[in-house]
């Protein structure tokens, strides 16, 4: 049962274009919505996270938007950089069961072409 | 500082046999959780630990697997009599306390013959 579905499964987009990965979930009980990006030989690390309460957030060129009604949220990296190529992956989580049990997405392989 | 550190990288060994997964986390991270990671897709959870007691094995495929966190710092995670489907990357991670951003090692990797 795939709670988190993320799409596409791969990227290419050209240096200074914008990278959009979106994520689509099913149970309505998830309250906390984070991205990670993942390097290769590398545990994924906390980019940038949202909570339901709003429907945009921004950090730098990254950007979260979050559509509650519609069950989706999508990853928005501006100006994207070869730097930026990486493995990305949508995650939710119910922080009332007390814990933070991430439910990940299947992953997107970005590539920035220089 | 020190970020989770994970023990061995690389684990090779035949089926059958038992073995044992290392994480250190972060120093004074009260949470920490165990998940594996199959080839070309996301981590899927396993297990969670608060300090030294195991709040959750919900994720655990069957009993051979196990964990512990004796004195709520190093964890174990033992798989007995492993298959070749036990094969995965496995991923540990910790957290300050259990809301807070959980910071992942860099996993072991462990293949089954």
């Known amino acids: 049962q795939q709670q988190v579905k993320q799409s596409p499964q791969s990227l290419i987009v050209q240096k200074g274009g914008i990278s959009i990965i979106n994520c689509a979930y099913e149970?309505?009980?998830?309250?906390?919505f984070p991205w990670y990006q993942q390097f290769p030989g590398k545990g994924p690390a906390l980019l940038i996270a949202i909570r339901p309460d709003v429907s945009e957030k921004k950090e730098g060129r990254f950007t979260i938007s979050f559509n509650k009604s519609a069950k989706q949220f999508s990853l928005h990296i501006m100006d994207s950089q070869p730097g930026d190529s990486a493995t990305y992956f949508c995650a939710a989580s119910n922080r009332n069961t007390g814990f933070q049990k991430l439910v990940f997405g299947t992953g997107t392989r970005l590539l920035v072409s220089p | 500082g020190a970020g989770v550190s994970q023990s061995p990288r690389y684990k090779v060994t035949k089926r059958g046999q038992d073995v044992a997964l290392r994480c250190d986390p972060i120093s004074g991270h009260v949470s920490l959780y165990w998940y594996r990671q199959a080839l070309g897709q996301g981590p899927e959870f396993l297990t969670y630990f608060n300090y030294e007691a195991q709040q959750d094995k919900s994720g655990l495929p069957n009993d051979r697997f196990s964990a512990e966190r004796p004195e709520g710092s190093i964890s174990t995670l033992t798989i007995q009599r492993t298959e070749q489907r036990d094969s995965a990357m496995y991923r540990c991670?910790?957290?300050?306390?259990?809301?807070?951003?959980?910071?992942f090692g860099d996993g072991t990797r462990l293949s089954i013959l």
């Open positions: 149970n309505t009980a998830f309250d906390y």
């Open positions: 991670a910790s957290s300050l306390d259990w809301g807070e951003v959980q910071h």
